[in-house]
């Protein structure tokens, strides 16, 4: 039995190191961490995807250099928020839509 435990304990200290070697070579090279890890979360966030459709300023990761960033636009038709790039502008200003089908229902009931 006290093999067992020593054995187990070995594993949990050779996992505890390469994971930390891991991070501080990932932290040294500026390679950012795996999809799934939580070393490029800030802390108490959960990892649920509750930061799904931020940008990367406000989820702690630094953005790539010339990176501009993103607004989020409300869609005049569905209220759909979507990047401001990808928008449909409408007849009235500050009118946005998401796509032909919401641009088409805007205008008609307008």
Do not use: I, K
């Amino acid at each position: 039995m006290a093999r067992l435990v020593d054995f187990v304990l070995l594993v949990f200290l050779f996992w505890f190191c390469w994971s930390n070697l891991r991070r501080w070579l990932r932290a040294a090279s500026g390679t950012p961490p795996a999809a799934g890890s939580a070393a490029g979360r800030p802390a108490g966030s959960a990892g649920n995807g509750e930061h799904a459709g931020r940008t990367g300023a406000s989820t702690g990761r630094a953005q790539p250099p010339g990176a501009a960033a993103v607004t989020l636009v409300r869609c005049s038709s569905c209220g759909v928020y979507v990047p401001s790039t990808r928008t449909l502008p409408g007849r009235a200003a500050g009118e946005f839509f998401c796509s032909e089908a919401c641009r088409a229902r805007g205008t008609a009931v307008s």
